[in-house]
Protein backbone atom coordinates (compact mmCIF):
# COMPACT_ATOMS: atom_id res chain seq x y z
CA UNK A 1 0.00 0.00 0.00
CA UNK A 2 1.45 3.22 -1.41
CA UNK A 3 2.33 5.90 1.15
CA UNK A 4 -0.39 9.23 1.59
CA UNK A 5 0.74 12.50 2.28
CA UNK A 6 -2.15 15.95 2.40
CA UNK A 7 -0.82 19.48 2.45
CA UNK A 8 -3.09 22.45 1.70
CA UNK A 9 -1.97 24.93 -0.75
CA UNK A 10 -1.88 27.85 1.70
CA UNK A 11 1.17 25.44 4.07
CA UNK A 12 2.45 24.80 0.87
CA UNK A 13 2.54 28.60 -0.38
CA UNK A 14 3.71 30.05 2.76
CA UNK A 15 6.57 27.07 3.24
CA UNK A 16 8.08 27.40 0.11
CA UNK A 17 7.97 31.16 -0.48
CA UNK A 18 7.81 32.23 3.11
CA UNK A 19 10.10 35.65 3.12
CA UNK A 20 10.62 38.54 4.93
CA UNK A 21 11.36 39.42 8.91
CA UNK A 22 10.03 38.67 12.05
CA UNK A 23 8.19 41.73 12.90
CA UNK A 24 6.37 42.01 16.20
CA UNK A 25 5.31 45.80 15.66
CA UNK A 26 3.19 43.64 12.68
CA UNK A 27 0.11 42.72 14.17
CA UNK A 28 -3.33 42.48 12.44
CA UNK A 29 -5.28 41.18 15.98
CA UNK A 30 -8.13 40.06 13.66
CA UNK A 31 -9.88 37.26 15.61
CA UNK A 32 -10.56 33.68 13.68
CA UNK A 33 -14.55 34.18 14.14
CA UNK A 34 -14.20 37.69 12.64
CA UNK A 35 -12.88 37.10 9.67
CA UNK A 36 -15.25 33.84 9.00
CA UNK A 37 -18.22 36.12 9.78
CA UNK A 38 -16.10 38.87 7.21
CA UNK A 39 -15.58 35.71 4.61
CA UNK A 40 -19.49 34.93 4.55
CA UNK A 41 -20.44 38.56 4.80
CA UNK A 42 -18.79 38.74 1.10
CA UNK A 43 -19.81 35.13 -0.16
CA UNK A 44 -23.57 36.38 0.86
CA UNK A 45 -23.16 39.56 -0.99
CA UNK A 46 -23.22 37.96 -4.50
CA UNK A 47 -26.12 36.08 -6.50
CA UNK A 48 -26.57 32.27 -7.25
CA UNK A 49 -23.59 32.96 -9.92
CA UNK A 50 -21.30 32.86 -6.91
CA UNK A 51 -20.14 29.68 -5.29
CA UNK A 52 -18.38 29.79 -2.08
CA UNK A 53 -15.94 27.62 -0.41
CA UNK A 54 -15.21 25.19 -3.61
CA UNK A 55 -12.98 22.20 -2.86
CA UNK A 56 -9.84 22.07 -5.02
CA UNK A 57 -7.26 19.15 -5.43
CA UNK A 58 -4.17 18.07 -7.12
CA UNK A 59 -2.63 14.26 -6.45
CA UNK A 60 0.42 13.39 -7.99
CA UNK A 61 3.36 10.62 -7.33
CA UNK A 62 6.42 11.16 -5.77
CA UNK A 63 9.00 8.12 -5.33
CA UNK A 64 5.71 5.90 -4.36
CA UNK A 65 4.69 8.63 -2.08
CA UNK A 66 0.66 9.57 -3.28
CA UNK A 67 0.86 13.42 -2.42
CA UNK A 68 -2.45 15.37 -2.54
CA UNK A 69 -2.31 18.99 -2.23
CA UNK A 70 -5.94 20.49 -1.80
CA UNK A 71 -7.80 23.74 -0.39
CA UNK A 72 -10.69 25.31 -0.44
CA UNK A 73 -10.97 28.47 -2.81
CA UNK A 74 -13.37 31.26 -1.27
CA UNK A 75 -15.20 31.87 -4.19
CA UNK A 76 -15.87 30.89 -7.85
CA UNK A 77 -17.80 33.71 -10.07
CA UNK A 78 -19.55 33.45 -13.39
CA UNK A 79 -19.54 37.31 -14.68
CA UNK A 80 -20.08 37.50 -18.85
CA UNK A 81 -19.61 33.44 -19.50
CA UNK A 82 -16.50 34.73 -17.78
CA UNK A 83 -14.76 32.45 -14.85
CA UNK A 84 -13.04 34.19 -11.54
CA UNK A 85 -11.72 32.60 -8.64
CA UNK A 86 -11.82 34.98 -5.68
CA UNK A 87 -9.80 34.60 -2.48
CA UNK A 88 -10.94 36.84 0.76
CA UNK A 89 -8.06 38.67 2.65
CA UNK A 90 -9.46 40.14 6.25
CA UNK A 91 -7.38 43.18 7.12
CA UNK A 92 -6.53 46.31 9.02
CA UNK A 93 -4.28 48.31 6.35
CA UNK A 94 -5.95 50.56 3.96
CA UNK A 95 -7.17 48.46 1.19
CA UNK A 96 -6.09 50.44 -1.46
CA UNK A 97 -2.73 49.90 0.00
CA UNK A 98 -2.41 46.63 -1.68
CA UNK A 99 -2.78 48.11 -5.19
CA UNK A 100 0.97 49.47 -5.42
CA UNK A 101 2.26 46.74 -2.26
CA UNK A 102 1.29 42.89 -4.01
CA UNK A 103 1.59 40.30 -1.34
CA UNK A 104 3.00 37.63 -3.38
CA UNK A 105 1.70 34.93 -0.76
CA UNK A 106 -2.01 36.01 -1.62
CA UNK A 107 -1.46 36.22 -5.52
CA UNK A 108 0.31 32.37 -5.23
CA UNK A 109 -2.90 31.48 -3.32
CA UNK A 110 -5.38 32.26 -5.58
CA UNK A 111 -2.54 31.43 -8.67
CA UNK A 112 -2.72 27.42 -7.10
CA UNK A 113 -6.64 27.53 -6.99
CA UNK A 114 -6.52 28.62 -10.45
CA UNK A 115 -4.69 26.29 -11.94
CA UNK A 116 -6.18 23.29 -10.41
CA UNK A 117 -9.13 24.52 -11.57
CA UNK A 118 -7.77 25.13 -15.38
CA UNK A 119 -6.36 21.94 -15.63
CA UNK A 120 -9.34 19.82 -14.06
CA UNK A 121 -11.99 22.35 -16.08
CA UNK A 122 -9.35 22.60 -19.71
CA UNK A 123 -9.52 25.96 -19.56
CA UNK A 124 -6.94 27.88 -21.43
CA UNK A 125 -7.00 31.24 -19.14
CA UNK A 126 -8.84 32.07 -16.12
CA UNK A 127 -9.10 35.54 -13.86
CA UNK A 128 -8.08 35.48 -10.46
CA UNK A 129 -9.54 37.88 -7.95
CA UNK A 130 -7.94 39.14 -4.50
CA UNK A 131 -10.70 40.33 -2.22
CA UNK A 132 -9.39 42.93 0.58
CA UNK A 133 -11.73 43.56 3.53
CA UNK A 134 -10.82 46.03 6.26
CA UNK A 135 -12.66 44.56 9.03
CA UNK A 136 -12.88 48.23 11.29
CA UNK A 137 -13.54 50.52 8.38
CA UNK A 138 -15.82 47.67 6.28
CA UNK A 139 -13.77 49.07 3.24
CA UNK A 140 -13.33 46.38 0.40
CA UNK A 141 -10.83 46.37 -2.44
CA UNK A 142 -11.00 43.76 -5.36
CA UNK A 143 -7.48 43.60 -7.20
CA UNK A 144 -8.31 41.00 -10.41
CA UNK A 145 -5.39 39.63 -12.82
CA UNK A 146 -5.34 37.28 -15.71
CA UNK A 147 -3.14 34.59 -16.38
CA UNK A 148 -2.83 31.71 -19.08
CA UNK A 149 -3.04 28.16 -18.08
CA UNK A 150 0.28 28.12 -19.12
CA UNK A 151 1.66 30.79 -16.50
CA UNK A 152 0.24 29.25 -13.81
CA UNK A 153 1.58 26.01 -14.27
CA UNK A 154 4.75 26.86 -14.57
CA UNK A 155 4.48 28.95 -10.92
CA UNK A 156 2.29 25.69 -9.89
CA UNK A 157 4.90 22.97 -10.61
CA UNK A 158 7.82 25.53 -9.36
CA UNK A 159 6.12 24.57 -5.79
CA UNK A 160 5.91 21.12 -6.37
CA UNK A 161 9.35 20.37 -7.50
CA UNK A 162 10.52 22.15 -4.63
CA UNK A 163 8.23 20.76 -2.23
CA UNK A 164 9.61 16.93 -3.65
CA UNK A 165 13.01 18.06 -2.42
CA UNK A 166 11.58 18.46 1.03
CA UNK A 167 9.78 15.29 0.88
CA UNK A 168 13.07 13.11 -0.07
CA UNK A 169 14.69 14.80 2.47
CA UNK A 170 12.26 13.73 4.88
CA UNK A 171 11.36 10.30 3.56
CA UNK A 172 15.28 9.56 3.68
CA UNK A 173 15.52 10.31 6.81
CA UNK A 174 12.35 8.70 8.33
CA UNK A 175 13.41 5.25 6.47
CA UNK A 176 16.86 5.26 8.60
CA UNK A 177 15.00 6.40 11.72
CA UNK A 178 12.58 3.36 11.68
CA UNK A 179 15.30 1.08 10.81
CA UNK A 180 17.20 2.26 13.67
CA UNK A 181 13.98 1.71 15.99
CA UNK A 182 13.14 -1.38 14.44
CA UNK A 183 16.73 -2.77 15.71
CA UNK A 184 16.66 -0.68 19.26
CA UNK A 185 16.81 -2.76 22.01
CA UNK A 186 16.02 -1.72 25.97
CA UNK A 187 19.16 0.36 26.55
CA UNK A 188 19.42 -1.26 29.85
CA UNK A 189 20.91 -5.05 30.74
CA UNK A 190 17.71 -5.55 32.74
CA UNK A 191 14.59 -3.64 33.63
CA UNK A 192 14.00 -2.81 36.95
CA UNK A 193 10.46 -3.46 38.95
CA UNK A 194 7.75 -2.50 37.31
CA UNK A 195 9.25 -0.86 34.24
CA UNK A 196 8.59 -3.54 31.88
CA UNK A 197 4.78 -3.36 32.88
CA UNK A 198 4.51 0.18 32.26
CA UNK A 199 6.40 0.13 28.88
CA UNK A 200 4.21 -2.37 28.11
CA UNK A 201 0.79 -0.28 29.03
CA UNK A 202 2.28 2.78 27.26
CA UNK A 203 3.20 1.00 24.39
CA UNK A 204 -0.34 -0.75 24.14
CA UNK A 205 -2.06 3.19 24.90
CA UNK A 206 -0.09 4.56 22.18
CA UNK A 207 -1.33 1.80 18.94
CA UNK A 208 -4.30 1.84 20.52
CA UNK A 209 -5.14 5.61 21.20
CA UNK A 210 -5.88 5.53 24.59
CA UNK A 211 -4.41 7.27 27.52
CA UNK A 212 -2.20 5.96 30.22
CA UNK A 213 -2.17 7.03 33.79
CA UNK A 214 1.25 6.18 35.84
CA UNK A 215 2.57 6.71 38.93
CA UNK A 216 5.64 5.50 40.59
CA UNK A 217 7.97 6.34 43.07
CA UNK A 218 10.94 8.51 42.12
CA UNK A 219 13.68 6.02 40.79
CA UNK A 220 11.61 3.89 39.25
CA UNK A 221 13.15 4.97 35.51
CA UNK A 222 9.66 6.29 34.66
CA UNK A 223 11.01 8.40 31.45
CA UNK A 224 13.00 5.28 29.74
CA UNK A 225 9.61 3.33 29.95
CA UNK A 226 7.46 5.86 28.39
CA UNK A 227 10.10 7.04 26.01
CA UNK A 228 11.21 4.01 25.17
CA UNK A 229 8.02 2.20 23.92
CA UNK A 230 6.22 5.34 22.14
CA UNK A 231 9.50 5.40 20.24
CA UNK A 232 8.96 2.00 19.32
CA UNK A 233 5.28 2.65 18.35
CA UNK A 234 6.35 5.70 16.12
CA UNK A 235 8.61 3.29 14.00
CA UNK A 236 5.71 1.05 13.69
CA UNK A 237 3.63 4.72 11.90
CA UNK A 238 1.44 4.86 15.11
CA UNK A 239 2.38 8.19 15.76
CA UNK A 240 4.14 10.88 14.20
CA UNK A 241 5.37 13.09 16.89
CA UNK A 242 5.79 13.16 20.45
CA UNK A 243 6.01 15.89 23.25
CA UNK A 244 7.39 15.59 26.67
CA UNK A 245 5.78 18.37 28.24
CA UNK A 246 7.48 19.27 31.76
CA UNK A 247 7.13 21.82 33.92
CA UNK A 248 10.94 21.91 35.26
CA UNK A 249 14.12 22.28 33.08
CA UNK A 250 16.16 19.12 35.32
CA UNK A 251 13.39 16.89 33.68
CA UNK A 252 14.01 18.32 30.59
CA UNK A 253 17.10 17.89 30.50
CA UNK A 254 16.49 13.99 32.23
CA UNK A 255 14.76 13.49 28.75
CA UNK A 256 17.18 14.84 26.52
CA UNK A 257 19.80 12.52 28.64
CA UNK A 258 17.71 9.83 28.02
CA UNK A 259 17.22 10.14 24.34
CA UNK A 260 20.97 10.68 24.35
CA UNK A 261 21.36 6.95 26.01
CA UNK A 262 19.15 5.50 23.35
CA UNK A 263 21.27 7.10 20.71
CA UNK A 264 24.30 5.43 21.99
CA UNK A 265 22.49 2.29 21.39
CA UNK A 266 22.03 2.86 18.10
CA UNK A 267 18.75 5.27 17.84
CA UNK A 268 18.73 7.38 14.82
CA UNK A 269 16.40 9.96 15.83
CA UNK A 270 15.50 13.85 15.88
CA UNK A 271 14.62 15.82 19.05
CA UNK A 272 14.50 19.46 19.77
CA UNK A 273 14.00 21.32 23.23
CA UNK A 274 11.69 24.63 23.33
CA UNK A 275 13.56 27.33 26.07
CA UNK A 276 11.40 30.51 26.63
CA UNK A 277 12.31 33.30 24.53
CA UNK A 278 13.31 35.57 27.27
CA UNK A 279 15.97 32.64 28.12
CA UNK A 280 17.39 32.27 24.87
CA UNK A 281 17.02 35.48 23.17
CA UNK A 282 20.48 36.66 22.30
CA UNK A 283 20.18 40.68 22.55
CA UNK A 284 19.68 42.99 25.64
CA UNK A 285 16.29 43.05 25.29
CA UNK A 286 13.30 40.92 23.70
CA UNK A 287 12.29 43.29 21.14
CA UNK A 288 11.63 41.13 17.79
CA UNK A 289 11.93 44.55 15.60
CA UNK A 290 14.11 43.97 12.24
CA UNK A 291 15.54 47.51 12.80
CA UNK A 292 16.48 46.60 16.74
CA UNK A 293 17.35 42.62 15.99
CA UNK A 294 19.40 41.23 13.52
CA UNK A 295 18.48 37.96 14.53
CA UNK A 296 14.68 38.96 13.16
CA UNK A 297 16.33 41.18 10.37
CA UNK A 298 15.56 38.83 7.40
CA UNK A 299 14.95 35.86 9.16
CA UNK A 300 12.61 34.05 6.51
CA UNK A 301 14.53 34.81 4.07
CA UNK A 302 17.89 32.80 5.66
CA UNK A 303 15.21 29.81 7.03
CA UNK A 304 15.14 27.18 4.46
CA UNK A 305 18.41 27.22 3.11
CA UNK A 306 19.56 27.09 6.90
CA UNK A 307 17.29 24.05 7.47
CA UNK A 308 18.16 21.93 4.48
CA UNK A 309 21.54 21.87 5.92
CA UNK A 310 21.28 21.52 9.97
CA UNK A 311 18.88 18.67 9.11
CA UNK A 312 21.34 16.44 7.31
CA UNK A 313 24.17 17.93 9.41
CA UNK A 314 23.00 17.46 12.94
CA UNK A 315 19.47 15.54 14.71
CA UNK A 316 19.94 17.05 18.02
CA UNK A 317 18.86 20.36 19.01
CA UNK A 318 19.63 21.08 22.84
CA UNK A 319 19.06 24.36 23.78
CA UNK A 320 22.71 24.67 23.31
CA UNK A 321 22.91 23.55 19.41
CA UNK A 322 20.07 25.93 18.95
CA UNK A 323 22.06 29.10 20.43
CA UNK A 324 25.32 27.69 18.28
CA UNK A 325 23.13 27.07 15.17
CA UNK A 326 21.46 31.10 15.95
CA UNK A 327 24.55 32.56 15.97
CA UNK A 328 26.07 30.72 12.76
CA UNK A 329 23.22 31.39 10.55
CA UNK A 330 21.95 34.58 11.82
CA UNK A 331 18.21 33.70 12.75
CA UNK A 332 16.05 34.00 16.13
CA UNK A 333 17.34 31.19 18.46
CA UNK A 334 13.56 30.96 19.39
CA UNK A 335 11.89 31.42 16.23
CA UNK A 336 14.98 28.56 14.92
CA UNK A 337 13.53 26.11 17.65
CA UNK A 338 9.94 26.24 16.64
CA UNK A 339 10.52 25.58 13.07
CA UNK A 340 13.57 22.68 14.10
CA UNK A 341 10.37 21.17 16.18
CA UNK A 342 8.35 20.48 12.49
CA UNK A 343 10.97 18.01 11.75
CA UNK A 344 11.88 16.80 15.11
CA UNK A 345 10.33 13.27 16.18
CA UNK A 346 10.10 14.19 19.74
CA UNK A 347 9.84 18.03 21.42
CA UNK A 348 10.59 18.59 24.96
CA UNK A 349 9.01 21.67 26.15
CA UNK A 350 6.93 23.31 29.15
CA UNK A 351 3.53 22.37 29.71
CA UNK A 352 2.39 26.44 28.30
CA UNK A 353 3.21 25.02 24.60
CA UNK A 354 1.06 22.82 24.54
CA UNK A 355 -1.97 23.98 27.34
CA UNK A 356 -1.65 27.95 27.45
CA UNK A 357 -4.11 29.67 25.16
CA UNK A 358 -1.34 32.78 24.88
CA UNK A 359 1.69 30.78 24.27
CA UNK A 360 0.81 27.52 22.78
CA UNK A 361 2.52 26.07 19.52
CA UNK A 362 -0.92 27.26 16.86
CA UNK A 363 1.16 25.26 13.92
CA UNK A 364 0.99 22.08 16.07
CA UNK A 365 -2.27 22.34 18.19
CA UNK A 366 -5.14 24.09 15.54
CA UNK A 367 -8.21 22.58 15.45
CA UNK A 368 -7.49 19.16 13.81
CA UNK A 369 -7.20 15.65 15.50
CA UNK A 370 -4.00 14.74 15.12
CA UNK A 371 -1.89 11.75 15.80
CA UNK A 372 0.78 12.88 18.52
CA UNK A 373 1.66 11.55 21.86
CA UNK A 374 2.05 13.66 24.72
CA UNK A 375 3.90 12.55 27.18
CA UNK A 376 2.84 14.88 30.54
CA UNK A 377 5.73 14.34 33.10
CA UNK A 378 4.76 14.76 36.99
CA UNK A 379 1.13 15.63 35.82
CA UNK A 380 -0.21 16.12 38.97
CA UNK A 381 1.05 19.52 38.32
CA UNK A 382 -0.85 20.28 34.95
CA UNK A 383 -3.90 20.70 36.91
CA UNK A 384 -2.84 24.00 39.47
CA UNK A 385 -0.31 25.33 36.17
CA UNK A 386 -3.97 24.93 33.93
CA UNK A 387 -5.79 27.06 36.60
CA UNK A 388 -3.04 29.94 36.42
CA UNK A 389 -2.68 29.71 32.59
CA UNK A 390 -6.68 30.07 32.27
CA UNK A 391 -6.92 32.93 34.77
CA UNK A 392 -6.05 36.58 34.08
CA UNK A 393 -6.42 40.02 36.41
CA UNK A 394 -6.21 43.72 35.37
CA UNK A 395 -6.09 46.88 37.55
CA UNK A 396 -7.17 50.28 37.69
CA UNK A 397 -4.27 51.62 38.72
CA UNK A 398 -2.37 49.86 35.99
CA UNK A 399 -4.91 52.19 33.48
CA UNK A 400 -4.27 55.18 35.02
CA UNK A 401 -0.68 55.14 35.45
CA UNK A 402 -0.76 54.67 31.47
CA UNK A 403 -3.30 57.67 31.40
CA UNK A 404 -0.20 60.26 32.88
CA UNK A 405 1.80 58.90 30.09
CA UNK A 406 0.11 59.20 27.19
CA UNK A 407 -1.58 62.13 28.27
CA UNK A 408 -1.46 64.64 25.23
CA UNK A 409 0.16 61.55 22.78
CA UNK A 410 -3.12 60.17 21.83
CA UNK A 411 -7.00 61.37 22.80
CA UNK A 412 -8.71 58.11 21.24
CA UNK A 413 -6.65 55.87 24.04
CA UNK A 414 -7.33 58.87 27.16
CA UNK A 415 -10.77 58.50 25.98
CA UNK A 416 -10.74 54.64 26.06
CA UNK A 417 -8.68 54.46 29.50
CA UNK A 418 -11.43 57.44 31.13
CA UNK A 419 -14.13 54.80 30.34
CA UNK A 420 -12.65 51.32 31.53
CA UNK A 421 -11.64 54.24 34.98
CA UNK A 422 -15.37 55.11 34.95
CA UNK A 423 -16.37 50.93 35.15
CA UNK A 424 -13.73 50.92 38.40
CA UNK A 425 -15.01 53.93 40.02
CA UNK A 426 -18.56 52.45 39.71
CA UNK A 427 -17.11 49.26 41.22
CA UNK A 428 -14.98 50.95 44.05
CA UNK A 429 -18.12 52.16 44.94
CA UNK A 430 -19.94 48.65 45.31
CA UNK A 431 -17.02 47.52 47.06
CA UNK A 432 -17.03 50.60 49.73
CA UNK A 433 -20.55 49.12 50.21
CA UNK A 434 -19.56 45.54 50.84
CA UNK A 435 -17.17 46.72 52.82
CA UNK A 436 -19.08 48.74 55.22
CA UNK A 437 -21.82 46.20 55.29
CA UNK A 438 -20.27 42.58 55.41
CA UNK A 439 -16.66 43.55 56.30
CA UNK A 440 -15.60 41.91 52.93
CA UNK A 441 -13.14 43.79 50.49
CA UNK A 442 -14.10 41.57 47.55
CA UNK A 443 -16.86 40.84 45.38
CA UNK A 444 -17.68 37.33 43.82
CA UNK A 445 -19.62 36.66 40.74
CA UNK A 446 -20.02 33.75 38.62
CA UNK A 447 -20.86 35.19 35.68
CA UNK A 448 -18.80 37.15 32.91
CA UNK A 449 -17.84 40.84 32.67
CA UNK A 450 -19.27 41.59 30.20
CA UNK A 451 -19.32 45.52 30.00
CA UNK A 452 -15.58 45.35 31.02
CA UNK A 453 -14.83 43.23 27.79
CA UNK A 454 -16.40 45.86 25.27
CA UNK A 455 -14.28 48.71 26.85
CA UNK A 456 -11.04 47.02 26.83
CA UNK A 457 -11.33 46.02 23.18
CA UNK A 458 -12.16 49.58 21.94
CA UNK A 459 -8.60 50.12 24.02
CA UNK A 460 -6.51 47.03 22.01
CA UNK A 461 -8.78 48.43 18.87
CA UNK A 462 -7.22 52.46 19.64
CA UNK A 463 -3.54 51.29 20.89
CA UNK A 464 -3.28 49.29 17.56
CA UNK A 465 -4.06 52.44 15.35
CA UNK A 466 -1.74 54.16 17.38
CA UNK A 467 1.25 52.11 17.24
CA UNK A 468 0.86 51.99 13.64
CA UNK A 469 1.17 54.94 12.65
CA UNK A 470 3.70 55.52 15.87
CA UNK A 471 7.22 53.99 17.13
CA UNK A 472 6.19 54.11 20.42
CA UNK A 473 8.56 52.05 22.48
CA UNK A 474 6.60 53.09 25.91
CA UNK A 475 7.12 49.51 27.92
CA UNK A 476 3.91 50.47 30.09
CA UNK A 477 2.34 50.86 27.08
CA UNK A 478 3.34 47.47 25.60
CA UNK A 479 2.89 45.41 28.88
CA UNK A 480 -0.87 46.57 29.64
CA UNK A 481 -1.98 45.50 26.12
CA UNK A 482 -0.59 42.63 26.22
CA UNK A 483 -2.21 42.16 29.56
CA UNK A 484 -5.91 43.24 28.37
CA UNK A 485 -5.08 40.80 25.58
CA UNK A 486 -4.60 38.28 27.55
CA UNK A 487 -7.67 39.04 29.60
CA UNK A 488 -9.70 39.30 26.81
CA UNK A 489 -8.92 35.64 24.99
CA UNK A 490 -9.05 34.28 28.79
CA UNK A 491 -12.70 35.54 28.56
CA UNK A 492 -13.78 33.59 26.04
CA UNK A 493 -13.07 30.10 27.81
CA UNK A 494 -15.02 31.72 30.46
CA UNK A 495 -18.27 28.89 31.58
CA UNK A 496 -19.54 27.56 34.71
CA UNK A 497 -16.02 26.64 35.80
CA UNK A 498 -14.81 30.34 35.80
CA UNK A 499 -15.73 33.00 38.58
CA UNK A 500 -15.41 37.14 38.45
CA UNK A 501 -13.52 38.71 41.01
CA UNK A 502 -13.52 42.60 42.07
CA UNK A 503 -11.40 43.44 45.10
CA UNK A 504 -10.01 46.45 47.00
CA UNK A 505 -6.42 46.45 47.76
CA UNK A 506 -4.91 49.20 49.53
CA UNK A 507 -5.94 52.37 47.18
CA UNK A 508 -6.45 49.71 44.02
CA UNK A 509 -8.75 48.24 42.43
CA UNK A 510 -8.98 44.39 40.48
CA UNK A 511 -10.47 42.88 38.41
CA UNK A 512 -10.02 38.69 37.63
CA UNK A 513 -11.07 36.09 36.11
CA UNK A 514 -10.30 33.15 37.68
CA UNK A 515 -10.59 29.45 36.43
CA UNK A 516 -11.76 27.11 38.97
CA UNK A 517 -11.67 23.95 37.15
CA UNK A 518 -9.67 23.30 34.27
CA UNK A 519 -10.56 19.72 33.91
CA UNK A 520 -12.72 20.59 30.41
CA UNK A 521 -10.09 22.43 28.61
CA UNK A 522 -7.47 20.19 29.55
CA UNK A 523 -9.81 17.63 27.91
CA UNK A 524 -10.57 19.40 25.13
CA UNK A 525 -7.27 19.76 23.86
CA UNK A 526 -6.08 16.23 24.53
CA UNK A 527 -8.82 15.36 22.28
CA UNK A 528 -6.93 16.78 19.48
Known amino acids: MKKKKRISIRNLVEFIMKHGSIDNTISSNIKPIEGTRAHQMIQKSYDENYSAEVSLKYEFEHNDIKIRVEG ?32 NLHLAQVKCYGYIYCF ?36 FLYLIEEYKKWIDLEMDYIENRNNSIENMTFPYDNYRQGQRELAVYVYKSVIEGKKCLAQAPTGTGKTISTLFPTIKAMGQGHTSKIFYITAKTITREVCENTISIMKNKGLNIKYTTITAKEKVCKMDEVNCNPIYCKYANGYFDRINNALKEILVSKNDYSRNTIEYLSEKYCLCPFELSLDLALFSDVVICDYNYVFDPKVSLKRFFDNRKNDFTVLIDEAHNLVDRARNMYSASLSKKDFMELK ?16 INSYFVK ?20 KEPIELYTLLRTFIEKVDEYLSFNNDKNEDLLNLYFDVYSFLTIGEFYDENFITLFSKKQNDIEVEINCIDPSNIIQNIMKK
Open 72 to 103: RADGILIENNEIIIDEIKTTLKDVNSYNDEIN
Open 120 to 155: ENQLDSITLQLTYYNIENTSINYIRYKYSKDELEKD
Open 404 to 419: KQIKGKDKKIEAAINK
Open 427 to 446: IKKELDIKISKDLQNYIELD
